[in-house]
């Protein structure tokens, strides 16, 4: 058992091994507000990867309705439920931000890790049922309370609400399946953070499905092995000849409708802290604004999928889910910086993974109230830089309007 | 961590006296008497010539009912993580040979026949034997360790059901599901377990025991010889599972024996209904195998000496006086110790051997 720092957490915690930081680490943005699961990155995953034969219930990425939808269902609240079996009441952070490296403050609960070691195992956890796992999109659109259909909704905050949470593997920088497994048959790779299970070495014991957290390694009674979310690694690698060898986004990140997915790779250090890099769109919106969130980072994995979290949503419910940043990270998304109104253009402009962006100033467009602030709105444009350093996309805060001449009206 | 109560206080006070009084008999007695401890306790397991043809595809022949059998009792595996088992609590063996062959026998009470690993949560139940892989050693039976090889025979209920039943297919698994088509059917790209030669995802198999071998924890590897034959099969609420193989195989990192010599195996049981699997499971440490009548004197020291074992020779007499003048001090101090923890008396060794 070793003692690794989770910034996250802003402390240091038990996990198995010894800290191995990757090289780069694969890490994405989610913006929950624009999401209107439509599911296309479900299929695009399905259609790519899942399609055979015993892995008919097995969705690597999947979108569901909280609070009550849940693939496998109730994974989160089952997993939050143990862990407050196991430490009372004691799920608790401090207030006090400790700086860039402790961004949330510091966790003083317990970690699956803290404690799985009170019943024998590495992490806390539970195995789901074949009736868990059977209806990936349960209580769609399923709301919390009627009350709106009477009185409407106002913000900031609604009494009706429910939201749609996309999820995948999050790449974990402490992954709960690779500790948990018995066999060292899963490993996080140097090049790039994502997490494999080995099938050639894996027994199917499923200790990887009963460890994660979030439920995302799934077992497959055709091989009777274990498989999770690849990460597209041979996208990410940069195989595919679309992009002649620069790094790809996922299939997930690549398709979705409604631009909400950024993803691409951070750089490390030896340590496992972050290369600070505010250039880079993911270091930017995440470390810098504070605007991205990781997912029940009290769990203690370091999760590396990070979500704007949903701002009508009850914020107590947000705090649990995201941790103490939430109204922060929402203070943030609903008044962004000028900076920040740039970056956010960069969602799902190009399939090529963007490693760093540039802004140049253009004029103030608008000004507008938000909360009882001013908020000036600029025409910058931003631009997206590749691993080589070559410009991939360039775009600018106001979407250009081109009005059809009338010779065109009923053209396509 | 739940408050002690004040009952449990008081037996923590108690314990530590109580065991302190017993260690002094045990070192007086061993004193007196010049046994080997813990030598002394370990069960002979004597496989016994046959002339009758052993199958191997029925556990439950006849030619078993006159076998020697043995009772070994098994504890939950508390080692490693992920600790688990202690649902079966003892195996009856048996073992026979022939002038080519070993044969053991292993049967316990299992409720239920755990034999689809087809659902998220479905485990199976499953045997095995561990021998030291090489004849020089007695490895630690905690699954060996590195440069001390162990060699692993394992039955698998979900293997057995294959090979009667067929291996489910998703139809099968759920009869009322449809699925118009798989892209891609056939191409073993699509089954990644299987393309890589991993020994469990193929849909028959070349013997229903595995045989693997293993360094230590986390080292379990299927070996490129798989011929040990055997099968299992569940009656009355028991399972009974044979296993069979040539006795000297002639090939390194694989168990040998000898007839007339002593070699060691261990047990280890998983109930799939308990959730069992991997280190999850009901063990028993090593204990000796003679096969055939073996003139134990000559071949003790030289061959098989399970890990905390102790040589012979010792002037017991000396050690035992000594111990009793030493351990009243001891006590003192387990005493305070006591007093705030009293967690874990016993030692996992010697916790195997309670009856």
Known sequence: MANVYNWQLGRDMNYRFDPAAPTWQFAAVFNTNRCLACQTCTMA??????????????????????????????????????????????????????GPEAPYGSYEGSTIFDAGRSVGQHALGYTPTDEEWASPNIHEDSPVSQGALAKGVTLPVHETWFFYLQRLCNHCSYPACLSACPRNAIYKREEDGIVLIDQERCRGYRKCVEQCPYKKPMYRADSRTSEKCIGCFPRVEGSDPLTEGLPMETRCMAVCPGQIRLQGLVSMEADGSWTHDPDNPLYYLIREEQMALPLYPQFGTSPNVYYFPPRWVPRPYLRQMFGPGADRAIEAYVRPSRRAQAVLQLFRVSQSIIFSFEVIDGEKVNEINVNGKTMEIFNDTVIGYGRDGQEIVRVTVIEPQFERPDQFLNTI | MQPATSTRQDNRRLRAPAAVLLAVAAAVLIGLFDVAPVRSQIPILEAAPTSVAVPTDDAWATVWNDAPSLRVPLSAQDIAFPYGGGAVDAVTVRSLYDEERLYI????????????????????????????????????????????PVNIWQWKAVWQADAERGFP?????????????YPGEGNPLYNPAAHLGNPLAPRTHASLI???????????????????EGSGAWRNDRWRVVFARTLAPGIDGLASFETHRTAVVAFAVWDG?????????????????????VERVAVTDEQAQPPGTTERGIPWVALGLILSAVLPLLAMAAIVFYRTDA??????????WRH
């Open chain 1, 45 to 98: 995953c399905k259609s790519t990867w899942t399609f055979s034969e015993g892995q008919e219930d097995m969705w690597w990425n999947n979108v569901e309705t909280k609070p009550y939808g849940g693939y496998p269902r109730h994974w989160d609240v089952k997993t939050l439920d143990l862990l407050e079996q196991a430490n009372p009441g004691g799920q608790t952070w401090s207030e006090d931000a400790g």
């Open chain 2, 105 to 148: 026998s292993i049967e316990w009470a299992d409720h239920s026949a755990d034999d689809s690993v087809s659902g998220a949560a479905e485990f199976s139940d499953a045997a095995a034997l561990q021998f030291s892989a090489d004849p020089l050693k007695t490895p630690p039976y905690t699954m060996g360790s590195p440069g001390a």
């Open chain 2, 169 to 181: 297919s998703t139809t099968d698994r759920y009869p009322n599901t449809h699925v118009d088509g």
């Open chain 2, 210 to 228: 595995e045989n693997l071998l293993a360094e230590g924890f986390g080292t379990l590897t299927s070996l490129d010889v798989q011929d040990v």
């Open chain 2, 273 to 293: 209904a308990s959730g069992d699997r991997n280190g999850q499971k009901s063990v028993a440490q090593f204990i000796e195998l003679d096969i055939g009548p």
């Open chain 2, 343 to 352: 967690s874990d008396i016993g030692q996992p060794a010697q916790r195997n």
